[in-house]
């Protein structure tokens, strides 16, 4: 039973211009929520996180939102790059307890 | 600072022989997990330890894996006898306390044969 889901395989943006990732979640215990970014044959590194008071954390580029009346987050970055270039994952726990995470998402700007 | 440590990097074995996978966490990082991930999905959890306990180990298939971490710092994972199902990649990561961001080493790919 798949607890993350990441519905978009695959998404391709233009540089320059924002990517939008996008991640549900069907278990409402979740308190906390992470991203990654993994490049090939090396292992994910974390990228942002949210927790459940918040709706909205931003670093940079990059801006997560949660929507937990709708059980989602999305990931934005803006402006696009080349190096961002990855699988995105998201994760999520409950209380500090097992990470589960979704399938990933590829994504790819185009320079 | 250095980074979470695995080795071997890949390893390519025939069925039914044995396997070990290392772990060294980032130094002073308390809990230590180890996941699997095929290709296409994201990584699953097998065990995790805070310090030498193992705390969470409910995914592990125990009949033919193992895990410890002695002295609650490096970690060895084997498999005993491996499967054409356990090709995959063996991830470890570490945290601080188990609550916050993981930190993924760069993995071990198996190919079973």
């Known amino acids: 039973d798949q607890q993350v889901k990441q519905n978009s395989p695959s998404l391709s943006v233009q540089e320059g211009r924002i990517s939008i990732l996008n991640c549900d979640y069907t278990n409402s215990m979740f308190d906390y929520f992470l991203w990654y970014k993994k490049y090939p044959a090396e292992g994910p590194t974390f990228l942002i996180s949210i927790s459940s008071i918040k709706d909205k954390n931003e670093d940079g580029r990059f801006t997560v939102f949660l929507n937990k009346s709708a059980k989602h987050l999305s990931l934005h970055i803006v402006p696009s790059q080349p190096g961002d270039s990855a699988v995105y994952f998201c994760?999520?726990?409950?209380?500090?307890?097992?990470?589960?995470f979704g399938t990933g998402t590829s994504l790819t700007v185009i320079p | 600072e250095a980074g979470v440590v695995q080795s071997p990097r890949y390893k390519i074995i025939e069925k039914k022989q044995p396997v070990a996978f290392w772990c060294n966490p980032i130094s002073g990082h308390n809990t230590l997990y180890w996941y699997l991930q095929n290709l296409g999905q994201g990584p699953e959890l097998l065990i995790r330890y805070e310090n030498e306990e193992a705390v969470d180990d409910s995914q592990l298939p125990k009949d033919r894996f193992s895990a410890e971490r002695l002295k609650g710092v490096d970690s060895t994972l084997k498999i005993q006898p491996a499967e054409l199902g356990d090709s995959a990649v063996y991830l470890c990561a570490s945290s601080l306390d188990g609550h916050g961001e993981q930190y993924f080493g760069p993995g071990t790919r198996l190919t079973v044969t």
């Open positions: 994760a999520a726990s409950a209380r500090g307890n097992q990470f589960y």
